[in-house]
C-alpha cells in the first residue's frame, strides 16, 4: 500500500511531466547528436572502442571530402526542385478539393473522404513496381517529373485529409453571407476561407515538403543516373563495398539536415498553431 501511494505521489508531482519530457527529448535528439559528432570525427576515430561521446580532434575533413567526391550541390539542387514542385501541386489540388469535400457535400462525398485515408494507408513501397512499369512506357524514368509525380500521389490524401479539417471548422455563415453578397465560389475560397486557414494550409504545406525531402525509396529507383539524385540517396552513396564511410556520411546528414531544420524551426508556430486550432475546431 506504501509503495502505492509512493508511486501515485510521483505521478502527481508536478515535476513529474518535466522530467518524462526531458528523458524522451534526450532519447529522441540522442541520434542527431551522435550524427553531429561524428561528422567531425576522423575515420580512424570513427572505429575507436569505446566509441568517444566528443571528436579528441575535431577536423572538417569529411566535408571536404564529401564535396570533392560527390556533386553535393546538385544533390541540394535536385531535392529543391522536386520538394517545392511537389509541394506546390500537392497543397495546390488538395485545397480545392477538401475545400469542395468539406463545403459543397453529396451523396458519396464522405465515402470519397475515406477512400483518401485508404489509399494514404496503403504502403509505398507496394506501388514501387506499379508505378516503375508506368513511368517507363511513358519514358520519365531519371526525370524530376517522375518523382514528383509519385511524391504528389503519396502526400496528396495526406493533404486532403488535414486541410479538409481545417474547412470543416470555417464558419459555413460566413460563406453564405458572401454568396448572398453575390461572390463566386471560387473567390469566397481565396478572399476569405483561405486568409482565415492560413495557418492550416502552412502547416499541410510543411508536412508535405518534409516527407518530400527525406524521400529515399521512390528517388533511389526512379533516378538512376548521379546528376539527378537527391539528397537522401547522395547520402546512401558513401556506402562502399568494402567499407562505410560513417563520418562522411554522417557530414553528408548533417548538411541534409540543415536546410529542413531551419524551414521547420521557422514554421514551427505555423504547425503547432494549425494543427492545435484543427484538432481542438474539429
Same mark, same amino acid.
Given at each position: ?15 513529474? *511531466?518535466?522530467?518524462?519530457?526531458? +528523458?524522451?527529448?534526450? /532519447?529522441?535528439?540522442?541520434? +542527431? ?21 566528443? %571528436?579528441?580532434? %575535431?577536423?572538417?575533413?569529411? &566535408? ?7 556533386? $553535393? ?10 520538394? #517545392? ?5 500537392? $497543397?495546390?489540388?488538395?485545397?480545392? $478539393?477538401?475545400?469542395? +469535400? ?9 465515402? #470519397? ?7 494514404? =494507408? ?15 512506357? &511513358? ?38 453571407? @458572401? ?8 473567390? /469566397?475560397?481565396?478572399? /476569405?476561407?483561405? *486568409?482565415?486557414? @492560413?495557418?492550416?494550409?502552412? =502547416? ?14 521512390? =528517388? ?14 547522395? #547520402?546512401?552513396? &558513401? ?17 541534409? &539536415? ?13 504547425? $503547432? ?6 484538432? #481542438?475546431?474539429?
Amino acid at each position: 500500500m506504501r509503495i502505492r501511494k509512493l508511486i501515485l505521489k510521483i505521478i502527481d508531482h508536478k515535476i513529474t *511531466p518535466y522530467i518524462l519530457l526531458t +528523458l524522451l527529448a534526450l /532519447i529522441i535528439l540522442s541520434p +542527431l547528436y551522435w550524427m553531429f559528432i561524428s561528422s567531425f570525427k576522423s575515420m580512424g576515430e570513427i572505429y575507436t572502442l569505446p566509441p568517444t561521446f566528443f %571528436p579528441a580532434k %575535431p577536423t572538417l575533413e569529411a &566535408f571536404k571530402s564529401s564535396f570533392h567526391f560527390s556533386p $553535393v550541390l546538385t544533390y541540394f539542387k535536385n531535392s529543391i526542385i522536386v520538394a #517545392v514542385v511537389a509541394t506546390l501541386v500537392t $497543397v495546390s489540388f488538395a485545397t480545392l $478539393v477538401a475545400y469542395s +469535400l468539406s463545403q459543397y457535400r453529396y451523396k458519396g462525398s464522405g465515402l #470519397v473522404t475515406n477512400m483518401f485515408l485508404v489509399f494514404r =494507408a496503403l504502403p509505398p513501397m507496394g506501388m514501387m513496381l506499379p508505378f516503375y512499369i508506368l513511368l517507363l512506357a &511513358f519514358h520519365l524514368i531519371n526525370t524530376y517529373t517522375a518523382l514528383i509525380i509519385f511524391l504528389i500521389y503519396l502526400n496528396f490524401p495526406l493533404a486532403v485529409w488535414l486541410l479538409k479539417m481545417f474547412f470543416d471548422a470555417f464558419p459555413r455563415e460566413l460563406i453564405e453571407a @458572401a454568396m448572398i453578397d453575390g461572390c463566386s465560389r471560387i473567390r /469566397i475560397l481565396f478572399r /476569405i476561407v483561405l *486568409p482565415v486557414t @492560413a495557418y492550416g494550409l502552412a =502547416a499541410a504545406s510543411v508536412i508535405c515538403f518534409m516527407f518530400c525531402w527525406n524521400e529515399f525509396f521512390a =528517388a533511389k529507383i526512379f533516378m538512376s543516373s548521379e546528376a539527378m539524385r537527391t539528397i537522401p540517396v547522395g #547520402v546512401y552513396s &558513401f556506402t562502399g563495398e568494402e567499407m562505410i564511410y560513417w563520418n562522411e556520411i554522417c557530414a553528408m546528414g548533417v548538411m541534409a &539536415f540543415v536546410p529542413s531544420g531551419i524551414f521547420f524551426i521557422l514554421c514551427q508556430k505555423h504547425i $503547432v498553431r494549425g494543427l492545435g486550432e484543427g484538432a #481542438v475546431k474539429a
